[in-house]
């Protein structure tokens, strides 16, 4: 717990707008103290925290407390070590300060999406995807927009329609980025990229995709909901076939294509990626970090060096 001073240093606001924003905006009910001084929790410290980040962006604070007591805003962390220390170390200083901009790009595209302001989503994603090349801004950008997104939806803040109309809107940028890479055709580095039967979550699996181009691999990308025929087609001849595994319930589906896939192409590299492809026990299971599992791709493919 900290006292008043403490928390405010931490969350890098003064005393009296830690006040204020307390009592206009009731971001933070602290406890009292046997003495009746405020004491303020973690939990606390990180609304505050998110609510100074959304208003250094530009946003009201009527409309950041909104989305933070909505819960539409993803509370940033609070730094490691307190705020009044003299200098954070470099590294966790940078990442924390990412952590914070994650926050605040995240809450800006789903309040786009929950205001159904196409406008405002493109904007959204152009504030996104000028921050630096492809492969890092979709990890610590995009991906936790969309996860963001994802809680809205599954908490009833965001329509069904708001997140369709905002992740259709990714997918046409991360189509953009894979036409964009380009591709020159190279058998032995074919790579099929798809998603399994029944699965339509396709953005990582696209994500990946346009890594892996921008790696100097020959991808073909499938697509969504695949049969397991059409996988056994379209990988003949090819080096390796990656199969996006996002839910739990496209494991099954996944695992029943990488199987034929092995029985059918024996030298195929049958790899799988995304959070349900954990521990697929006898395939090639990518890491989440997107040029990592370009990288592990092309040296599965790498035929032996002669001794
Ligand atoms: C957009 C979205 C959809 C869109 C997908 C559109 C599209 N073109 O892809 C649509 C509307 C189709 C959809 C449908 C459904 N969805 Co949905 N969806 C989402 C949402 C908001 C974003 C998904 C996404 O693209 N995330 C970005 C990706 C890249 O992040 P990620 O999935 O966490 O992936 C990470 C890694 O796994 C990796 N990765 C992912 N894929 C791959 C592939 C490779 C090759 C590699 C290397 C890495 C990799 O990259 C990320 C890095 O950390 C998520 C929320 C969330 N938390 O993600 C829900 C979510 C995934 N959906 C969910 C659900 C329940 C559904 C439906 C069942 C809803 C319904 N009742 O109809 C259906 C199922 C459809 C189907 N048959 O597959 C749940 C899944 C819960 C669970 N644990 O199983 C989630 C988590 C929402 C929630 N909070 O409840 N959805």
Not at 56 to 80: E, K, R
Not at 139 to 155: I, K, S
Not at 250 to 260: I, K
Not at 274 to 287: E, I
């Amino acid at each position: 717990m900290y006292n008043i001073k403490q928390a405010a240093a931490r969350a890098g606001v003064t005393v009296p707008v830690l006040r204020a924003w307390e009592r206009r905006y009731g971001i933070v009910h602290p406890d009292r103290s046997s003495s009746g001084y405020r004491q303020f929790d973690d939990a606390a410290i990180a609304r505050v925290r998110t609510m100074r980040l959304l208003v250094d962006a530009g946003w009201s604070p009527s409309a950041a407390a909104a989305a933070i007591l909505a819960g539409t805003a993803p509370l940033a962390p609070t730094p490691a070590q307190p705020a009044d220390d003299p200098v954070l170390p470099n590294a966790a200083a940078a990442a924390g300060a990412a952590a914070a901009e994650s926050t605040v790009t995240s809450a800006r595209f789903v309040d786009a999406a929950r205001a159904m302001d196409p406008t405002a989503v493109g904007q959204a994603l152009d504030d996104i995807f000028t921050r630096g090349s492809f492969e890092p801004v979709a990890t610590r950008f995009l991906f936790p927009a969309l996860q963001a997104l994802g809680e809205a939806w599954a908490r009833g803040d965001v329509t069904v329609g708001a997140e369709h109309m905002a992740s259709n809107a990714v997918q046409r940028r991360l189509a953009q980025a894979l036409e964009a890479a380009g591709s020159i055709a190279d058998p032995r580095r074919r790579v099929v990229v798809g998603l399994p039967p029944g699965s339509r979550h396709e953005l990582g699996a696209l994500a990946f995709a346009v890594a892996a181009r921008r790696a100097g691999l020959d991808v073909t990308y499938l697509g969504a909901d695949l049969p397991v025929d059409d996988w056994v087609r379209a990988t003949a001849g090819a080096g390796a076939a990656v199969i996006g595994v996002v839910a739990p319930r496209d494991r099954g589906p996944a695992l029943e294509v990488a199987r034929r896939l092995r029985v059918e192409h024996p030298g195929l590299v049958v790899a799988l990626g995304g959070r349900a492809a954990q521990r697929s026990v006898g395939f090639l299971v990518l890491p989440d970090d997107l040029a990592a599992a370009a990288a592990a791709v092309t040296n599965a493919m790498e035929p032996p060096v002669p001794a």
